[in-house]
C-alpha cells in the first residue's frame, strides 16, 4: 500500500512539474518574440515621455528628434514615417477642417535604416498641417485645453517604394501605400507648453 502512494505522489509531483514546465514555455517564448517585434523608439525619450522642448517651438521647432528602428518585416523595401497631434483644439479642428495635426509626414526612407538622427532627413518630406515639407516641432497652444497634447510618431514598413511629381500630403501617402504596408510600429511622445 505505501509503494501505491509513493507512486501516486510521484505521478502527481511529474504533473505538477510538467505542468510548470509548460506554463514556463510560453513566457520565455513571449519574450523573445517582443525583443524581435518591429519598433520605433527615441534616445531622446521615452514612449509615452515628454518630447525634450529643443524639439519643440519652444526649441528651434525644425529639428526633429533621433529615432531608431529595429526589427523591420521581412521584405520591407522602404518606411514612411509619420508624425501627427489629435489633441488639436476643437477650435482648430473646425476652423481647418481637420481631426490631427501632420507635423511630419516622410517616405522613400530606405529599408536599410536603423537610425535617423536629430535634425536629419533620410527619406523624401511630404507637407506637413502648415503645408510646408520637412518637421515642424510640437507647439500646443496653452490657452487651449488640453495644454498637453500627444505626438504619434508611426512608422510604417512597406513592401515597395512610394513615388510622387510633388511634395504628397498625409492623406496622399496613406493612399498610395495601404495595399504596401508591411507592419507598423508607433511611438508617443507629449509635450505641454502651461
Same mark, same amino acid.
Given at each position: 500500500?505505501?509503494?501505491?502512494?509513493?507512486?501516486?505522489?510521484?505521478?502527481?509531483?511529474?504533473?505538477?512539474?510538467?505542468?510548470?514546465?509548460?506554463?514556463?514555455?510560453?513566457? $520565455?517564448?513571449?519574450?523573445?518574440?517582443?525583443?524581435?517585434?518591429?519598433?520605433?523608439?527615441?534616445?531622446?525619450?521615452?514612449?509615452?515621455?515628454?518630447?525634450?522642448?529643443?524639439?519643440?517651438?519652444?526649441?528651434?521647432?525644425?529639428?526633429?528628434?533621433?529615432?531608431?528602428?529595429?526589427?523591420?518585416?521581412?521584405?520591407?523595401?522602404?518606411?514612411?514615417?509619420?508624425?501627427?497631434?489629435?489633441? $488639436?483644439?476643437?477650435?482648430?479642428?473646425?476652423?481647418?477642417?481637420?481631426?490631427?495635426?501632420?507635423?511630419?509626414?516622410?517616405?522613400?526612407?530606405?529599408?536599410?535604416?536603423?537610425? $535617423?538622427?536629430?535634425?536629419?532627413?533620410?527619406?523624401?518630406?511630404?507637407?506637413?498641417?502648415?503645408?510646408?515639407?520637412?518637421?515642424?516641432?510640437?507647439?500646443?497652444?496653452?490657452?487651449?485645453?488640453?495644454?498637453?497634447?500627444?505626438?504619434?510618431?508611426?512608422?510604417?514598413?512597406?513592401?515597395?517604394?512610394?513615388?510622387?511629381?510633388?511634395?504628397?500630403?498625409?492623406?496622399?501617402?496613406?493612399?498610395?501605400?495601404?495595399?504596401?504596408?508591411?507592419?507598423?510600429?508607433?511611438? $508617443?511622445?507629449?509635450?505641454?507648453?502651461?
Amino acid at each position: 500500500m505505501k509503494q501505491v502512494i509513493a507512486i501516486i505522489g510521484l505521478g502527481i509531483l511529474a504533473a505538477a512539474f510538467s505542468m510548470f514546465i509548460t506554463n514556463s514555455e510560453p513566457e $520565455i517564448n513571449t519574450s523573445m518574440e517582443e525583443e524581435k517585434k518591429f519598433s520605433v523608439s527615441s534616445s531622446a525619450f521615452l514612449d509615452r515621455g515628454f518630447i525634450p522642448s529643443q524639439y519643440t517651438c519652444d526649441g528651434t521647432r525644425t529639428m526633429n528628434p533621433p529615432l531608431m528602428i529595429s526589427n523591420p518585416p521581412e521584405g520591407t523595401r522602404s518606411f514612411v514615417l509619420i508624425m501627427d497631434d489629435p489633441d $488639436i483644439p476643437q477650435e482648430v479642428k473646425e476652423s481647418r477642417g481637420i481631426e490631427v495635426f501632420d507635423h511630419w509626414v516622410m517616405y522613400g526612407i530606405p529599408a536599410d535604416t536603423t537610425i $535617423i538622427n536629430e535634425g536629419e532627413s533620410v527619406g523624401v518630406s511630404g507637407l506637413n498641417g502648415a503645408g510646408n515639407e520637412g518637421y515642424t516641432g510640437p507647439c500646443p497652444p496653452p490657452e487651449y485645453e488640453p495644454t498637453e497634447h500627444r505626438y504619434f510618431f508611426t512608422l510604417y514598413a512597406l513592401s515597395g517604394s512610394l513615388q510622387f511629381a510633388q511634395a504628397p500630403t498625409k492623406a496622399e501617402v496613406e493612399a498610395a501605400m495601404h495595399t504596401m504596408i508591411l507592419g507598423e510600429a508607433t511611438l $508617443i511622445g507629449r509635450y505641454d507648453r502651461k
